[in-house]
């Protein structure tokens, strides 16, 4: 390796980041988890977006894109500076759950809503009174078919809490908080936005176990035995082995006699990864040769 590619290693693995990985509170969902997750967001999308095409009488579609587990802090990094969240409160729960989308979405769903065609480009900005009870209109349906949709999963009363903008500043829940996390893809009439919905993993997790169990660990030792049970393994019938020197094998040839130190009176011994586990004598089933079991001596404490 030259001086130069050896600095530029250097210089890579001096770039690499170390995160500390908590086992306890894992970041990705199970994937059956995941599964159950995307059939009820898939759900949501569906009824979202006909609630849209009704309140502002134009085609719309929602789809949902992905669903991940996030701590509050990455989710709250990576939308943009000016948002709308919607913040919805749980009942029981400190966290709060979020339905982010753009403003400039907003603004002109609630152009429509008034009689606009939606044509003109709507600015990032705040809420006024009445465009921001519009948008809580919205948000109360919105609301219904999340709830709907995620039927057992959501076990909690929801209900609209505030709308904050600045999505650096909103304080749903702690910064190291898990957040299971839904992205939409919304498409009303041209204007396509990209929302998404974040819900406290603590609120989600125990009703996903409940409908879709997993194993406790207390049942482990018994799976283990019963997958053990099943797995094949190769059972060897033979005599019992002899020390033979390597130039006996080396010239052995056709009609040679080699010597064992088996009685001739003792049955044949049946072993399993070289452990003896029964004595069996010969016999035959059908075409085949076959061993016949005269004494177990696995010890089966």
Known sequence: MTPQNTTRSLRGAAARTVEVYDFRRPTTLAREHSRALEVAFETFARQWGTQLTAKVRVKSQVTSEQVMMQTYDEYAASLPATTAMVMLK?????????????????????????????SLPAPDRKFTQLE?????RLMEDALEDLRYSLGPLLPTAVSLNSIHYNSQF??????NDLMVVSQFAILVGENRATATVALPAELLMPQLGAANPTTSLEEAPGLLRRQMSSVPVDVSIGLVPSAVRPEAILNLTVGDLVRTKHPSQRP????????RIAQAALGKNGPRLAARITDIEENRA
């Open 90 to 118: 749980l009942e029981g729960f400190d966290s709060s759950a979020v339905v982010q989308f753009p403003t400039s979405s907003a603004l002109s769903w609630v152009a429509r809503m008034l009689g606009g065609n939606g």
């Open 132 to 136: 921001q009870a519009l948008v809580k």
């Open 170 to 175: 909103a304080q749903a829940a702690a910064p």
């Open 268 to 275: 044949l011994e049946v072993t399993v990864a070289g452990q």
